[in-house]
Antibody, heavy 119, light 110 residues
């Protein structure tokens, strides 16, 4: 079955960076886009961007451009999201999600990774 | 890209029907039939209920239905059950080849 398993919770100080991983299994990793979604505590879902695991091409939400980097390692079927220059209001749960090709919806989600930014 | 507009909260009694609206623009909801709806229970990842405006993935109850008119999409839940109490989010593909979510709606089953 399709599974996306994310790395564990992280704590960072303001100004630092964090890299979250999302390991895919149960399907051909290069066949489906991976998106990243942020959810601050008690807040809604916020789309961050996508990566095409086949080509490595990316598209980021304007808000995150210059600040986020999405990469992948096809040899281990893993996508990564790195957020730099963290601030305290970046504390959130980050989800990766698989896009169902052709319909732009997410049919599988990771379990979420809590990133806490605190000094 | 501004978030799609959803009511902050809705409520209904068991057995009733409720509808959640999601308003965007001609650059997202109005321009494409790529509207989807997600249900999220506290502490859990979202789960898709509707895709492509009105399609249900296998395994999703037929109590959930979706529609669209112009720049506004809607999710209707019929025969409300206690387990439906959750947060609901709409999303849409946009003309910038990006995705935008709604602000979310908290459903309370009275």
């Amino acid at each position: 079955q399709v599974q996306l398993v994310q790395s564990g919770a992280e704590v960072r100080e303001p100004g630092a960076s964090v890299k979250v991983s999302c390991k895919a299994s149960g399907y051909t990793f290069t066949g489906y886009y991976i998106h990243w979604v942020r959810q601050a505590p008690g807040q809604g879902l916020e789309w961050m961007g996508w990566i095409n695991p086949n080509s490595g091409g990316t598209n980021y939400a304007q808000k995150f451009q210059g600040w986020v980097a999405m990469t992948r390692d096809t040899s281990i079927s893993t996508a990564y999201m790195e957020l730099s220059r963290l601030r305290s209001d970046d504390t959130a749960v980050f989800y990766c999600a698989r896009e169902r090709g052709g319909s732009c919806y997410y049919d599988s989600w990771g379990q979420g990774t809590l990133v806490t930014v605190s000094s | 890209q501004s978030a799609l507009t959803q009511p902050a909260s809705v409520s209904g009694s068991p057995g009733q029907s409720i509808t959640i609206s999601c308003t965007g623009t001609s650059s997202d909801i109005g321009g494409y039939n790529y509207v989807s709806w997600y249900q999220q229970h506290p502490g859990r990842a979202p789960k898709v209920l509707i895709y492509d405006v009105s399609n249900r993935p296998s395994g999703v109850s037929n109590r959930f239905s979706g529609s669209k008119s112009g720049n506004t999409a809607s999710l209707t839940i019929s025969g409300l059950q206690a387990e439906d109490e959750a947060d609901y989010y709409c999303s849409s593909y946009t003309s910038s080849n990006t995705v935008v979510f709604g602000g979310g709606t908290k459903l309370t089953v009275l």
